[in-house]
């Protein structure tokens, strides 16, 4: 049972390249979230799901896109890279939106050159 | 928008001995959710306890213990018997629907 799967784990990018980071989930849960951690600041939501086809902004949105393509799966999408961009990302799941703890994938590193 | 304060940068505590992390956070609700989270080196965030707001009882987990004080807004994590294995950051989490909130982390060191 794998919980929440991130690809990659690390990605190093030039200013002005896109990428997308993937996110897989087999808990059968319907809210999914984007969160970026920077040493100092915690973790900051950039995007979330409440069900398949639905998306929102929180609180550190520009920059990004998602795409919540099923039920298991949730992407985020950096469409011209910026330096600011270098973080650690999190996705993160939980069986529904107003309740109870968010299950964490394992980070994907990126670094903006 | 609510916040999450987490006062001490940096905690040490030797093995086996008790030490307890503060946080503080601001809302206006009534009706929401308080977490602890673990992040060892390994970069994985691991849920340690949770608390329910309506619950008056303080939540536990074996060795974690929280102090749940709703009017002062203060939700501390107390760790007993601190082992080798619990040097990690800790992060409070503050959810209420759709806003989690996380504060930026106390990095607890175990001194053998």
């Known amino acids: 049972n794998a919980g929440v799967t991130q690809t990659p784990k690390f990605q190093v990018l030039k200013t002005g390249q896109s990428m997308t980071l993937q996110c897989a989930q087999d808990?059968?849960?319907?809210?999914m979230y984007w969160y970026r951690q920077d040493p100092g600041m915690g973790l900051r939501l950039i995007y979330y799901?409440?069900?398949?086809?639905?998306?929102d902004k929180g609180e550190v949105p520009n920059g990004y896109n998602v795409s919540r393509l099923n039920k298991r799966e949730f992407s985020l999408r950096l469409e011209s890279a910026a330096p600011s961009q270098t973080s650690v990302y999190f996705c993160?799941?939980?069986?529904?939106?107003?309740?109870?703890?968010?299950?964490f994938g394992e980070g994907s590193r990126l670094t903006v050159l | 928008a609510q916040t999450v304060t987490q006062s001490q940068p940096e905690m040490s505590v030797q093995e086996a001995e008790t030490v307890t992390l503060s946080c503080t956070y601001d809302t206006s609700e009534s009706d929401y959710y308080l977490f602890w989270y673990k992040q060892p080196p390994s970069r994985q965030m691991i849920l340690v306890i949770r608390q329910e707001a309506y619950k008056q009882q303080n939540a536990t987990e074996n060795r974690f213990s929280v102090n749940f004080q709703k009017a002062a807004k203060s939700f501390s994590l107390k760790i007993s018997d601190s082992q080798l294995g619990d040097a990690a950051m800790y992060f409070c989490a503050y959810r209420r629907g759709n806003d989690m909130r996380f504060g930026a982390g106390t990095r607890l060191t175990v001194k053998p």
């Open positions: 993160a799941t939980a069986r529904q939106m107003n309740t109870g703890e968010l299950f």
């Open positions: 808990m059968n849960h319907n809210s």
């Open positions: 799901s409440a069900s398949e086809g639905t998306t």
